[in-house]
């Protein structure tokens, strides 16, 4: 069982009930689901990954305290914590995870502060320039399981992707240094004779083009560990996940560099053929420096766009 299926079943076999029977008058105001940190949240979850942080658990977000106040939720603490212990096999763990709790009583501010950096999901041009993507993601996975407040929905709605511009700023700095790694540095490490650098060239040129692909499909990338699993579910650039990988693992670095520049090559001609698609760059070629260029003289605001290109990275 996914630990995201769990979840809504232990809510609704144990955690709904409780809510309505003791806490009738509080039920407008929550908000219940299971989002954040943890592959489960992005059903990324197997049975290697239930060795820790597993369990029967959601997460039940609070407003206020001028709505919902500290000796409340101190009661729905406690009524959290005698909700049954084992649930369809598994068992609720006894001691908080490393980095603090992911399930039970959380207030909403202070979840999306430390996600997103902001209570109500409203960003600056900076902060969205600068706040890690993998927080992003963790605030908009999972699901939510019950919203009588609305505000957890509305945060989320707020958050649920890249301004148009800030994506187009994020996406012209990926593109360049994709560009720079792969087709330029790789080539000229192994003219160098520096094979550890050209190895790291490749990584380089990976690392952005997954930054890429993610982008090109209005997805916010996950945590790295991640990245490949979440490659593979992408409507768009999926089938990049093999050559990605063969790249990374594959072939002697001096015997197979040929092979290597040419999978380079058609990776940045699929990327290229995706940006005509979407209509964000117009340009021959396959020289991507020149595309990310294109795609940052698309940015409307000025300011923005007058940035140095690799502002949000």
Not at 125 to 152: C, H, K, M, R
């Amino acid at each position: 069982m996914k630990g995201l299926d769990l979840a809504q079943d232990f809510f609704e076999s144990y955690g709904r009930p409780m809510l309505e029977s003791d806490f009738s008058e509080l039920l407008p105001y929550l908000a219940a689901g299971l989002f954040g940190m943890g592959s489960e949240c992005f059903g990324f979850d197997d049975e290697v990954s239930r060795d820790h942080d597993f369990e029967p658990a959601f997460c039940l977000f609070l407003p206020g305290e001028d709505v919902v106040d500290r000796r409340k939720e101190f009661l729905l603490e406690r009524a959290y914590a005698k909700l049954p212990r084992v649930f369809c096999g598994f068992r609720r763990e006894a001691v908080l995870p490393v980095g603090g709790a992911r399930h039970g009583i959380l207030r909403t501010a202070d979840f999306f502060r430390k996600t997103a950096g902001s209570e109500d999901g409203n960003l600056s041009a900076i902060q969205w320039l600068t706040v890690p993507e993998q927080s992003l993601a963790e605030a908009t996975n999972g699901a939510v399981f019950y919203d009588g407040y609305g505000e957890v929905s509305r945060i989320r709605q707020n958050l649920a992707y890249f301004p148009r511009d800030i994506r187009l700023k994020r996406l012209a700095g990926n593109l360049l240094l994709m560009g720079q790694a792969g087709q330029y540095n790789y080539s000229r490490c192994l003219l160098h004779g520096e094979l550890e650098a050209a190895q790291l060239a490749v990584f380089e040129f990976v690392k952005h083009t997954l930054s890429v692909a993610f982008l090109l499909n209005c997805v916010y990338q996950p945590y790295y560990k991640w990245s490949f699993r979440a490659l593979r579910r992408l409507p768009i650039l999926s089938e990049l996940a093999d050559a990605l990988g063969a790249l990374m693992t594959g072939g002697n670095v001096r015997t197979g560099a040929e092979e290597k520049r040419q999978t380079i090559e058609q990776i940045c001609s699929i990327v290229c053929r995706v940006l005509m698609i979407q209509e964000l760059s117009f340009l021959s070629g396959n020289d991507l420096e020149r595309h990310a260029y294109a795609v940052n003289d698309l940015i409307q605001d000025s300011e923005l766009r007058n940035m140095h290109i690799l502002a949000a990275l």
